[in-house]
């Protein structure tokens, strides 16, 4: 009879705490990584604990206690206004940030839209369709002087009420290939843009973020977190913006500001534009032999199929950007794209032959993306 008054126990704080989550999840529509997938499995497990291993008085208290925890940590979506905020975002000729900064601009926020080329079409497009609050700011983050100059532009517009947010979005790809044919000059140009630029931006308009106790968001990459083959230089750079991310978050804390990391998966932005096949010029001879020129250029089409199974749809980055300036209480990190979430659970928590096993189907779309060497040895068997 006490077997069964405890399990009738058991059986209502887990209805009752499965109901009150799931009312608080539906009514702030929060996503399903947000809700922490590890935490709900964490308390199934800890109830399988309690239940066999506690006895009824310790482990019901423990297991309301961790349900009580969990939640009170389910984000709640209290936005704040958009009316008097400013934010900066770099990169805005095209991709994310061109859309970011039409989507900030429409939800009346004063938005400086960082581009490479103010003449360009991607800035042409900005004038037309935004409001007038958007203002076009030449900036090129891998140039000290721009940035500076950047810096004394926006202060004037701002006067003392400071920089709500900077979104750190211009990027740099580069080549899709093995990391030994990536041209080293590739590798310092990623860490350059991806990474060393945003750490400048940051420095230097970081005055401004502190006054206004704002929002430093970095748009990062699954890459940074997970290993990708073909992507060594742009996965490298995003892992260094990542991390730095994450201490900034712990510096910053102390002067109010908030911190964010989005971190897209399987989008179609022009980042993964026009390839120029200049590998085969920068290779050694005795690699370009192993590897086969007929491996290297079909590099090229991998390149153009990565790009076509990406969504256009960059609703999701937009929604997560938003959240991460805009939200009372945002996020550290944000995983927008289909599933994106289970692919760091992936890489963590299984075993690791198996992210390799499925990175690797990725790469090798088709036989001939094996190099010549490997191909010979394989016949030869």
Not at 227 to 241: D, E, I, M, R, V
Not at 261 to 282: A, Y
Not at 331 to 337: H, Q
Request: glycine share 8%; aromatic share 10%.
């Amino acid at each position: 009879m006490a077997h069964l008054n405890s399990r009738l126990l058991y059986l209502a704080v887990g209805v009752f705490f499965s109901g009150s989550a799931l009312h608080k999840l539906m009514k702030n529509k929060v996503k399903i990584e947000n809700a922490s997938v590890s935490g709900l499995l964490s308390l199934l497990i800890l109830g399988i604990f309690c239940f066999f291993v506690l006895s009824d008085t310790a482990g019901l208290t423990l297991l309301t206690l961790a349900c009580t925890i969990y939640y009170y940590s389910i984000p709640v979506r209290d936005m704040l206004s958009a009316e008097g905020k400013s934010v900066l975002i770099t990169g805005c000729d095209s991709g994310f940030g061109h859309a970011l900064a039409k989507h900030l601009d429409k939800l009346g926020v004063h938005v400086f839209a960082g581009v490479l080329d103010k003449k360009g079409p991607g800035a042409e497009e900005l004038k037309r369709v935004c409001s007038t609050h958007l203002c076009l700011i030449q900036l090129n983050i891998t140039n000290c002087e721009e940035i500076r100059k950047a810096y004394k532009e926006i202060s004037s517009y701002i006067q003392d009420a400071g920089l709500w947010g900077i979104v750190h979005n211009a990027g740099v790809l580069g080549y899709v290939a093995d990391g030994e044919l990536i041209p080293f000059s590739v590798y310092r140009q990623c860490m350059e843009v991806n990474f060393l630029g945003a750490v400048q931006v940051t420095q230097i308009f970081a005055p401004l973020l502190r006054k206004s106790k704002g929002r430093l968001v970095s748009i990062s990459s699954m890459g940074g977190h997970v290993p990708l083959n073909g992507f060594a230089a742009y996965a490298s750079s995003k892992a260094a913006l990542s991390m730095f991310s994450a201490v900034m978050r712990q510096d910053l804390s102390k002067w109010g500001v908030k911190v964010a990391v989005v971190c897209p998966s399987g989008f179609r932005t022009n980042i993964f534009g026009s390839q120029n096949q200049v590998i085969l010029d920068n290779v050694m001879p005795d690699v370009k032999e192993d590897y086969g020129e007929d491996y290297i250029e079909n590099l090229k089409g991998l390149y153009h199929t990565l790009h076509k199974f990406g969504s256009s749809d960059l609703s999701p980055v937009m929604e997560d950007a938003c959240h991460a300036l805009l939200a009372q209480t945002p996020n550290f990190l944000y995983t927008p794209g289909r599933l994106a979430y289970l692919i760091p659970c992936l890489y963590y928590y299984f075993p690791q032959w198996i992210s390799d096993w499925m990175g690797m189907q990725a790469f090798q779309i088709s036989r001939n993306m094996l190099p010549r060497a490997l191909r010979n040895n394989n016949k030869s068997i």
